[in-house]
């Protein structure tokens, strides 16, 4: 059975990819995106267009394709993210 | 030596439920996270809760000088608890259940108490016992999921606190009997187990909110 994921740890699983698992320097693609996230197209675009207003992912414009990276907000986030995760775990919950 | 565990007893419980809200609220401001604000309420409750008991035989302590607490007190500080301890179950509640739906995600069930006008007290005591154990068992059901050793200190923190709340409760029936000095033992025990996960927390590797004061 599939595990259940939040939607903060589906903006976890997005963020730890586009800090660990780049394809190039660029970014990641949003094809990249979805394969590693395992999201659908229509939500990770909103989820992307939230994580990019909220500044925790930069756009970077390419010639073929947009591509995302993490910015320094995104990875203080997401450092707080995987502490409090941790926590949660703790307790049986998960955040 | 039954007053000086009592106060033991509530001051270890006020401070470890301060520090474990706090961080929960932190970790809250800092994610957004419900699961995280509900542990805050939760734990913030438990610590009201202790600490309403406390101030109750400091006061009888220096001011009142009756030799037994007042009956009210003890009550609201217990009814505080069981609100906290509701909040964790309720946590599990949400997770195992409901773990799809947005409605119970965002809306609380608030605990439906029975009122008797004789032994509320106990009331409050056996609905906590049910409360902690239920968070008993779903806590250690997640560590045979993600194996987080964390998991099964809480597990046994949860577990003795519960185990002390049916003591408590029983001493009901045996008043004068050593349960309730025992209960307050296991308590004691209880939250201490459950303060050494959070106490590795790293909070020092966290760049805190800006806003959050």
């Known amino acids: ?95 | 030596m039954e007053f000086l565990l009592e106060n033991i007893l509530n001051l270890v419980g006020f401070l470890v439920g301060l520090v474990i809200g706090t961080v929960s609220i932190i970790g809250f401001r800092n994610t957004g996270s419900p699961t995280l604000f509900r542990l805050a309420i939760a734990f913030f409750s438990i610590s009201i809760g202790f600490f309403v008991i406390w101030t109750g035989y400091m006061v009888e302590d220096f001011v009142i000088k009756s030799g037994h607490i007042e009956r009210w007190v003890q009550t609201l500080g217990i009814a505080i608890q069981t609100v906290g301890y509701f909040f964790i179950a309720f946590s599990h509640g949400i997770k195992s259940v409901f773990p799809k739906s947005s409605y119970f995600r965002s809306v609380g069930i608030f605990p439906l108490f029975l009122v008797s006008s004789v032994q509320i007290e106990h009331i409050f005591r056996s609905v906590s016992f049910i409360l902690l154990a239920y968070a008993a068992i779903e806590t250690i059901l997640s560590y045979f999921e993600n194996r987080n050793k964390g998991a099964i200190s809480v597990a046994i923190g949860l577990s003795l606190l519960a185990l002390g709340e049916f003591l408590g409760w029983y001493s009901f029936v045996f008043p004068e009997s050593i349960l309730y000095f025992v209960s307050m033992i296991i308590k004691i025990a209880g939250l201490i187990a459950l303060f050494i996960p959070v106490s590795r927390v790293p909070l020092t590797k966290i760049k805190f909110d800006e806003s959050f004061d």
């Open chain 1, 1 to 95: 059975m599939a595990e259940y994921r939040t939607h903060l740890k589906i903006i976890g699983d997005i963020l730890s990819t586009t800090r660990d698992d780049l394809q190039d320097e660029d970014g990641a693609t949003v094809t990249y995106l979805i394969r590693k996230a395992n999201i659908s197209h229509s939500r990770i675009s909103l989820i992307l267009k939230t994580l990019v207003s909220q500044g925790l992912l930069e756009k970077v414009d390419s010639r073929r394709s947009n591509k995302y990276k993490i910015s320094q907000t995104g990875r203080e986030f997401l450092q707080a993210y995987n502490t409090f995760s941790g926590f949660a775990t703790n307790f049986g919950l998960a955040i």
